[in-house]
């Protein structure tokens, strides 16, 4: 069982006279009535980060990972609280100093307030960060529509790259395509931005946290619709670009391996003119990377102008059986 199937079985119903829940099909809840939106998040090391050598790199990717849930919505984020668990080494005095400069760093960026939490003791190092701010209205997943455009922000696969490296599992020679790939991992460039402008295209909206795919797919949902991407016209950076053509590697391997927390969302083509002009002005990468329709019964993948037909990584799920 996944993480969506335990969730559509055991918890979906608890929620049923609970609109602010979004029936459980967002990663937020909205209240409507009082304007609050929260998202919550648990990152756990060996799976969310590898380990906690790098702490304050470590709290600076946990805090952007968990603003970003409200960014993609429209939402600014005011208020976060951590929860943390951990062993003394966890808690040493060199770890919180890191810690702490590393928040303070990120509070001066994003203009949030940390605003409580919890410690407690743990043989893993632990963090479940919530994050809390005010809007009257959200841009929700579920909401695409027939013919809809598919845009993204920025670059996707940098990151990935970047946990290759830290995982040995690849290794580059050069020291500053080394280092700017794993700071990618640990500090993706969210879109904060643009998040404020969202409602004034996106029928809906995500942030890439499992990989393009599997994110895309959450986005449609229920909307009984499927998508047809330019495998080509995904944006990659010019040093991912480089290395794929210098390996001859696959890029399909690397765009949707997830923790690029980048804006997926969705618009009428009628804004096509708009959108560009708008990220344009406020100097934000925007790239139309695919159209929804109800006219193909399976997702489709384009490269070349040829159907995509051998199998491909569709994202992180976590699995529990």
Do not use: W
């Not at 080394?178 to 969210?190: A, E, G, S, T």
């Amino acid at each position: 069982m996944n993480e969506f199937a335990l969730i559509q079985k055991y918890f979906k119903k608890l929620t049923y006279n609970n609109p602010s829940a979004l029936n459980l099909n967002d990663d937020v809840f909205f209240d409507k009535k009082n304007n609050i939106v929260v998202s919550s998040d648990t990152y756990v090391e060996g799976v969310h980060f590898i380990n906690f050598r790098n702490p304050d790199l470590v709290i600076k990717k946990i805090v952007r990972s968990s603003i970003s849930d409200l960014y993609c919505k429209g939402v600014k984020p005011k208020f976060i609280f951590i929860c943390a668990s951990g062993n003394k080494l966890t808690f040493s005095k060199k770890n919180l100093d890191l810690v702490y400069k590393g928040l303070k760093q990120e509070q001066k960026k994003y203009k949030f307030k940390l605003s409580g939490g919890d410690t407690t003791k743990s043989n893993k190092t632990i963090f479940t960060i919530t994050s809390l701010g005010y809007s009257k209205k959200i841009v929700q997943r579920n909401k695409c529509k027939n013919n809809d455009d598919i845009y993204v922000t920025g670059n996707l696969g940098d990151s990935y790259l970047g946990l290759l490296l830290l995982k040995k599992r690849l290794f580059l020679r050069n020291t500053k395509q080394r280092v700017y790939f794993i700071q990618k991992y640990y500090m993706p460039d969210l879109p904060a931005k643009i998040s404020s402008k969202l409602f004034k295209f996106a029928n809906s909206s995500i942030d890439i946290s499992d990989g393009l795919l599997a994110d895309l797919n959450k986005l449609i949902n229920t909307s009984k619709l499927y998508f047809r991407l330019d495998l080509e016209k995904i944006p990659i950076s010019s040093k991912l670009n480089t290395y794929l053509i210098k390996t001859k590697k696959k890029k399909i391997n690397f765009i949707s391996k997830g923790d690029d927390y980048q804006i997926l969302f969705t618009s009428s083509k009628s804004n096509r003119g708009y959108i560009k002009s708008m990220f344009k002005q406020m100097n934000q990468k925007v790239t139309l990377i695919g159209t929804l329709t109800n006219e193909i019964k399976s997702n489709q993948i384009i490269h070349n102008k040829k159907l995509l037909k051998h199998r491909y990584n569709e994202g992180y799920t976590h699995n529990f059986s």
